[in-house]
């Protein structure tokens, strides 16, 4: 069952359950498009807390499991970001907001999600976890929330936008985007609706955080903070099974590449992305409606996990031997654009690491981990074992709001 109302058609600047100040906020940031300003806000309902325990059941499974602590209201929020090179595109997220009767100061948290395609019926926020799980995202975020967390968790760039596909491990793209809802995020929770319905109120502190693709995103933040939201105080970051190094993640699980391969295509051009050097000819003639047309959960069985039978022998030789940089140095730059955390931000990091992960392996992210430290960042990095890539948020889930509330401060 999906949960989430149609899209409303922005051109005729309809809006459904918006306070008349809200609607005012909203008719005033339509005058420009600034990162970060809201287009649409939307308020989809309050769940209780016994609702959402019951809703956070199939999320941590045998892990343990919070007891929810407050109610939530969830808003749809669709507002300005930039893409890769810079220029306005429109993003939309979901934004969790605790409830509470007595006043309560809370940090602000962007969540970006893992793997889930590059076309729009692959939007995270559509996930319906009882006929296809992809990371029970909403019940995860609504145990944020009700620990008292501002909670905003987007869509990747791209997704909800018919003129460009998901801007699939681009750091610039994911950094924008990370930011920008912890902007949107704010300025809701600090408007008179808001208020109105919850006497929350957003602290100085951000966090971003995310699983899998969405720790690249969430060090992408951390890397370009100072340069693009100066005003953001940002606190800390955190990884859950979090593949930082684009050229790691394609050498361990080559069945992410065509994905990455064909959006570094459409970033930078076939001049700097020659796909005959990359793949091999069988997988090449139906590259864009293939990816376009999966969600993971199948092209992970499509593509296969390793790279013998995807790359040309090459291109997998020298991934393999590390010497990308010698035989593929126009790829080897745009990997390396592409890698996140290591700008020297010296912002605090927590790393989730299953022991039995398989897409970054424990060798990977300690190496990595090193990196981190070595560019100026204290990095709490817990190894858990019987834990896989997919377990690493529940199983971590109460690390990481220690976490939060630790780098926060009181």
Known sequence: ????????????????????????????????????????????????????????????????????????????????????????????????????????????????????????????????????????????????????????????????????????????????????????????????????????????????????????????????????????QLNGAIGFGSTNSVETLIRTAAYYAPEIIYTYLQIYGEKQVKVEELLLPKWIPTLEEDVMRMCVNEFQYFYPFGGEELYTARFHEALQAGRLRKDFPEFAAILDENETGLNGHGIPVLLVQGVQDIIITPPDQREYTDLLRESGSAVDLVELDGVRHRHSRPAGFQISVDFIRRVSGP
């Open 1 to 232: 069952m999906q949960r989430s109302p149609k899209l409303i058609a922005i051109a005729a600047l309809v809006v459904v359950g918006l306070h008349p100040a809200l609607a005012q906020l909203e008719a005033d940031s339509l005058e420009g498009n600034a990162p970060g300003a809201l287009i649409r806000v939307v308020h989809e309902e309050r769940v209780s807390a016994s609702g959402i325990g019951e809703e956070a059941v199939p999320l941590f499974e045998w892990f343990p499991m919070p007891t929810p602590r407050l109610a939530v209201d969830i808003y749809r929020v669709r507002f300005w970001s930039r893409d890769a090179d810079g220029s306005p595109a429109q993003v939309e997220a979901s934004l969790y907001v605790p409830v509470s009767a007595l006043p309560l100061s809370a940090p602000v948290l962007a969540f970006g999600s893992g793997t889930t395609g590059l076309g729009d019926q692959c939007a995270p926020s559509l996930e319906q976890p009882e006929i296809i799980r992809w990371g029970y995202y909403r019940a995860n975020m609504l145990s944020y929330a009700s620990e008292g967390l501002i909670t905003i968790f987007p869509d990747y760039l791209g997704f909800n936008d018919p003129d460009r596909p998901q801007r699939y491990f681009s750091a610039a793209a994911e950094g924008h985007l990370m930011l920008d809802s912890l902007r949107a995020a704010r300025t809701i929770v600090a408007s008179v609706e808001s208020r109105r319905r919850s006497t929350i109120q957003p602290s100085a502190s951000n966090v971003t955080a995310g699983y899998s693709q969405g720790g690249h995103a969430a060090l992408a933040a951390a890397d370009m903070v100072t340069a693009y939201a100066p005003e953001l």
